[in-house]
């Protein structure tokens, strides 16, 4: 893992998850130019990130992310958390 920085959260760890890539072939004309061909590709990364923080502070980051939609990025988030003693 190494050391990432969200705004004013120091302490958050990401760690690359393995990417999947998608290849497809469109033929481009579907009489005479049938070997004529273009070739596609779609990439996933997938990223885990470790934040340790306040409930309040990681409410007001992923608000600011649910605000500032990045075009071509869809962000799914998975919450576990561990009380503090």
């Not at 990401?14 to 072939?25: N, Q």
């Not at 273009?38 to 980051?61: A, G, M, N, P, Y």
């Not at 799914?76 to 561990?82: D, N, P, T």
């Amino acid at each position: 893992m190494r050391e990432f920085r969200l705004g004013d959260i120091p302490n958050a760890k990401v760690c690359g998850l393995p990417t999947e890539r998608s290849l497809f072939t469109v033929i481009q004309g579907p009489h005479i130019d049938k070997k004529s061909r273009e070739q596609f590709d779609i990439q996933t990364r997938k990223w885990r990130v470790t934040i340790d923080t306040e409930t309040s502070k990681l409410r007001e980051k992923l608000e600011f992310l649910k605000e500032h939609r990045i075009p071509g990025v869809e962000i799914k988030a998975r919450f576990q958390y561990k009380p503090r003693m």
